[in-house]
């Protein structure tokens, strides 16, 4: 069992910035790709980015493309997720994520509780 505590959250201006962490205990960390999805209010959750077990592969929704970046140190136990140019349609509550993966396909296995991110234009 792998429990995933997100922290970073708060409230930044149009064009800023903002940097998440998500903290993993309980199990093998490096054995689980990690990703972050989103849910705003009225909204379907969505997903934002993904990268591999390794640290070496990842992925970005367009909307985000070019403004966040992940990253993970399976040394310390630990995914972030830095966030730039932050626009008012980002705020959210953000999910840290673990997911199993065979081959092209991966599955989500454990979801952190969210953290919330505001964005005020």
């Known amino acids: 069992q792998v429990q995933l505590v997100e922290s970073g959250g708060g409230v930044a201006q149009s064009g800023g910035s903002l940097r998440l962490s998500c903290a993993a205990s309980g199990g093998t960390f490096s054995d689980y790709a990690v990703g972050w999805f989103r849910q705003a209010p009225g909204k379907e959750r969505e997903f934002v980015t993904d990268?591999?077990?390794?640290?070496?592969?990842?992925t970005y929704a367009n909307s985000v493309k070019g403004r966040f970046s992940i990253s993970r140190d399976n040394a310390r136990n630990m995914a972030y997720l830095q966030m730039n140019s932050l626009q008012p349609d980002d705020t959210a509550i953000y999910y840290c994520?673990?997911?199993?993966?065979?081959?092209?396909?991966?599955?989500?296995?454990?979801w952190g509780q969210g953290t919330q991110v505001t964005v005020s234009s």
């Open positions: 994520t673990a997911s199993w993966c065979a081959g092209n396909r991966c599955d989500v296995a454990y």
């Open positions: 990268i591999n077990y390794n640290g070496h592969d990842a």
